[in-house]
C-alpha cells in the first residue's frame, strides 16, 4: 500500500497532522527519543528552525541518515510540489540545532550538490523505500539537505 498524501493547506487533515507532529515531538524530548525516535526502522531527530516569515521557532520531527559527521534530511513532503516549510526556513537561516536523543548538536545546513545527492539518494531509500514512492509523485527535484556540526 502506498503512503498518504500529505494534506491540503488548512484543512482538518493538516490540522490533526500538525497536533500529532506536536504530541510526537514531545514524547520525543520527554522520553529522550526512546519514543517516537523511529519510523519504520528508520531514525529521527527534531530539527530546531525558524520561520523565515514569522520569525517563529519550530521544531520538527524528521527522518535522517548519518553520513560519516553529518546529518542528511529529504525534504520530501510526501511528493508534494512544494518543498516542506522547513526546508525554506532553513535555507533562509541555516545556522541551527538539532537533537538526537538527548543529545543537541549544534549545526550549519547546505542542499546537496548535484554530486552528493547521487550518492545520498540511494542510501536515502534504502533506509526508508517511501521516498522512492514520493518522488513519483511530484515533478519536482527532490531536495536533500546536510546538517554539518558546527566547530
Known sequence: MAPPKPPKPGTFMSKLETR????NT?????SGGRVG???KGAPILLLHHVGRKSGEARVAPLLYL?????YVLVASHAGADNSPAWYYNLIA???????IGKQEVQVTAREADDGERDRLWPLATAMYSDY???????TRKIPVVILSPRA
Do not use: F
Open 20 to 23: 500529532l507532529t506536536a504530541v
Open 26 to 30: 514531545l514524547v520525543y524530548k520527554l
Open 37 to 39: 525516535g523511529k519510523l
Open 66 to 70: 548519518a553520513d560519516g559527521d553529518d
Open 93 to 99: 537561516n541555516p545556522q541551527t540545532m538539532i537533537a
Open 132 to 138: 522512492d514512492v514520493y518522488a513519483t509523485r511530484t
